[in-house]
């Protein structure tokens, strides 16, 4: 059973969350979208199982956030897990339709900057994901870019990703995120990460070695009043990475693909990611699976460092 927070904004904590907040536990906050948008049933029910494991062993709660018939979760109970695993036509929603999936009694799905909406209003500091959105390639001329990148320069949540996804540009990305202000900081690497790939070819802005220093370093930002999110890129483990100059073929050819079928706005992103699982035979997605488990176990140990 989950339990109501406000009689204005419809909202519930699960059970398990609303525990940890009582007692001050560690909490890490996931989005949903990786759910209902990043594979098909039952993969992506165990993929988001697998997910909660790892920052449960890690000594952390996991709150996976969603929307639900208008009614906005932190952590999802096995049952809800189970139907939203399940759920067909979900709405992606973000900072500007996520207000209207609650007004309107929809179900949807939280990308990165509703995520950090959900897990800044429920006092959560931390959000483990795969990858951000960032600036699209032309974006000189579509401007399409990530309401991600807004996001981490207003909301207070530090994300744990693998770097942007690498079917953006990433140098436009990063001068985005320095203009706004948002700390980029590459975990135990000088060399700033590419999603599937380990190496972007770009310096990290940020280098820190230990959860304990990432934590240290969001303390001094509280105490100087620097308002905003911090973006911790976790480089993907080695072995399972896909090396930068051979996933750079794959992209090439699925944005190809995205410019033939004349595909724009929000199903850019979902059309590549399935374009590139099928011209790596599966690699990618086993390497999406394998970086946000790697995302997860990192967040949690910030999240147990900033509770200490």
């Not at 904004?9 to 948008?37: F, N």
């Amino acid at each position: 059973m989950t339990r109501p927070v406000s009689s204005l904004l419809p909202m519930q904590y699960s059970d398990e969350v609303a525990a940890a907040k009582a007692r001050g536990a560690p909490i890490v906050a996931l989005e949903s979208t990786i759910i209902t948008h990043g594979m098909p049933y039952p993969g992506n029910l165990e993929m988001a199982r697998s997910v909660e494991t790892i920052i449960r062993d890690n000594g952390a709660v996991p709150a996976t956030i969603a929307v639900i018939e208008g009614v906005l979760h932190i952590g999802l109970e096995a049952a809800q897990l189970e139907a939203l695993a399940q759920t067909k036509g979900a709405m992606k929603v973000s900072r500007a339709d996520m207000a209207f999936a609650i007004a309107e009694r929809r179900t949807g799905a939280t990308t990165v900057a509703a995520t950090m909406i959900g897990a800044a209003r429920a006092g959560i500091r931390v959000f483990a994901t795969g990858g951000i959105g960032g600036v699209h390639r032309g974006a000189e001329e579509t401007f399409d870019i990530s309401a991600d990148l807004e996001e981490l320069a207003r909301t207070g949540v530090i994300v744990v990703c693998a770097g942007p996804k690498a079917i953006l540009d990433i140098p436009k990305t990063l001068e985005v995120l320095e203009t706004r202000g948002v700390p980029v900081v590459t975990y135990d690497s000088a060399i700033f990460p590419a999603f599937w790939s380990r190496d972007s070819g770009l310096k990290s802005p940020l280098t820190l070695n230990s959860p304990a220093a990432i934590a240290n370093f969001q303390t001094v930002r509280d105490q100087l009043g620097v308002d905003g999110g911090m973006l911790i890129a976790n480089p993907v483990p080695q072995a399972d990475e896909i090396p930068r100059e051979e996933m750079e073929i794959y992209i090439t050819r699925a944005l190809d693909n995205a410019e033939r079928d004349e595909i724009a706005g929000k199903a850019v992103t979902p059309y590549l990611l399935d374009s590139l699982f099928h011209l790596t035979d599966g690699r990618s997605l086993k390497t999406n699976i394998a970086l946000v488990e790697n995302n997860a176990r990192l967040a949690a140990e910030i999240a147990v460092a900033m509770v200490a």
